[in-house]
């Protein structure tokens, strides 16, 4: 094996912890902060993280003097996309299906690697192969039947459901274009300080929002139990995900990334299967072990 298969290889392996990681997250701990606002949620969970990397990492305000113009634009838009708006979209729709039907809401996020590779091709000039798209299409594919076997989505006519569905569309353009943007920033720093600035800046734009929203107030009601999920998602699925997830990125190009991404999901279903009892059908088994199979294809 060649180094940059090596470090490609590494890159995959850190991207997918970070997806499992993250789907951990949607089925055990995020759902434990229902009944708290939801811009004050995500608020929260950037500013922690944030105050407590200051401790330790606060030199990284150095690298401002060696920012240029588009170094603060990506990271501005790698905060709006993919902490504020995608963050938003994604916990919101979660809230509104309380949990209990995650099928729409992962299906719709799961056309994040459309998107990405979309704004890949447009604006890294990415390559888009023949031996990548068949792949990541098969992949894509077998997602479908992951999540909905061989039965159509099943749109009733709840609100919440369609409320549930639009939040998750806007949750995989946003993070899709923050996988993009998050690429451009990485090509002139590394992932601490990419890290540590998508932190800052998101805490900064949520700031805004609920200052302007006034949920500032849910301080009040915010008790034990909540600080405890807070500083545990901000320390291990929220930013030492990110951590990770920016180590690999920097090691494979973004249509990739967005691709072994793709764990995520897989990841929730099998914590959904081991913590809700959730059991998976033989057809979602297959289409699981095929996603596996193209995403292998898909580094090799």
Known sequence: M????????????????????????????TPRLYGLDVGYVVFMLHLIPFALMNLFLYREYRQLKNFIRQDYISLFLV???????????????????NFQDLSVVVLLQKLQPVFAIL?????????????????ASVAIIA??????????????????TIYASLLALLAAF????????????????NFITATFFRYGFTSLIMLVYVLVAGTYTQLTVTDSKHWMFFII???????????IYYYGLRRVKAMMATISELLFPVSAIAFDYFINGNLLSPVQIISAAVMVFALIKLNS
């Open 174 to 189: 946003s993070f899709g274009s923050s996988t993009v943007f998050s690429k451009r920033v990485l090509l002139n720093h």
């Open 2 to 29: 060649t180094e940059k298969n090596r470090e490609m290889a590494k890159g995959t392996a850190a991207i997918g912890i970070a997806a499992v990681l993250w789907g951990f997250d949607g089925v055990v701990l």
């Open 233 to 243: 998602i901000g320390l291990t699925t929220g930013s030492g995900a990110i951590f």
């Open 119 to 135: 704004l890949a091709a447009v604006i890294l000039k990415e390559r888009l192969s023949r031996h990548f798209a068949l792949w």
């Open 79 to 97: 905060s709006l996309f993919g902490g504020a708006i995608g963050t938003l979209a994604i916990v919101k729709a979660l809230f509104l299906v």
């Open 143 to 160: 997602s479908y039947f992951l999540t909905f076997g061989f039965h159509l989505p099943d749109f009733s006519t709840e609100k919440n």
